[in-house]
């Protein structure tokens, strides 16, 4: 099975700042990762795909980058609205598998 | 619009089963793979299982393997995930999700807790 190592767990930060959350796999998996956002008691909404592709209707400010092994999900100026839990998902192979999660608090 | 709605959650003793159910509207169900993902209280996202759009294939995680079986009905548009030999540890919220390309869609998910 495809691990997913997401990091960092948590991170504080201000609105406007740029926040970068980090995903490893275990394994080559192409582009074939997404990034979810998701907020206390809601559903997981899809932000990224292919990557670096964006979902329809997601602010530009986020943007994801990468492919093999290595991927970045950026929030180039963070808003109040984005303080929420981060995961990414590999689907390259099955088991499908998410990273552990970044909780982005405000500072 | 897409619309997915997850019922069938609840308490259930441990060993026991129970079956999810998740109604699908607003899209061709029959051409899209279908996902069930569940989050533990106060825990990550874990990946259950998929049913590819004609039902010919079936994947599943590790910690549900041989005990969960996911399936479909094309004609009624929903979703299915029997649950068999229940453990504390399949304590969750289970989603219904589509996770393809074109689309990805969420359900509000059902809330399942094994306890004695």
């Known amino acids: 099975d495809i691990q997913m190592t997401q990091s960092p767990s948590s991170l504080s930060a201000s609105v406007g700042d740029r926040v970068t959350i980090t995903c490893r796999a275990s394994?080559?998996?192409?582009?074939?990762l997404g990034w979810y956002q998701q907020k206390p008691g809601k559903a997981p909404k899809r932000l990224i795909y292919?990557?670096?592709s964006l979902q329809s209707g997601v602010p530009s400010r986020f943007s994801g980058s990468g492919s093999g092994t290595e991927f970045t999900l950026t929030i180039r100026s963070l808003q109040p609205e984005d303080f929420a839990t981060y995961y990414c998902?590999?689907?390259?192979?099955?088991?499908?598998?998410f990273g552990q999660g970044t909780k982005v608090e405000i500072k | 619009q897409v619309q997915l709605v997850e019922s069938g959650g609840g308490v259930v003793q441990p060993g026991r089963s129970l079956r999810l159910s998740c109604a699908a509207s607003?899209?061709?169900?029959?051409?899209?793979?279908m996902h069930w993902v569940r989050q533990a209280p106060g825990k990550g996202l874990e990946w259950v299982a998929v049913?590819?759009?004609?039902?010919?294939?079936?994947y599943y995680a590790d910690s549900v393997k041989g005990r969960f079986t996911i399936s479909r009905d094309n004609s009624k548009n929903t979703l299915y995930l029997q649950m068999n030999s229940l453990r504390a540890e399949d304590t969750a919220v289970y989603y219904c999700?589509?996770?393809?390309?074109?689309?990805?869609?969420w359900g509000q998910g059902t809330v399942v807790t094994v306890s004695s």
């Open positions: 999700a589509i996770c393809g390309v074109s689309e990805d869609s």
């Open positions: 607003g899209f061709t169900f029959s051409t899209y793979d």
């Open positions: 049913i590819w759009y004609d039902g010919s294939n079936k």
């Open positions: 394994q080559g998996i192409r582009n074939d």
């Open positions: 292919a990557a670096s």
């Open positions: 998902l590999q689907h390259n192979s099955y088991p499908w598998t």
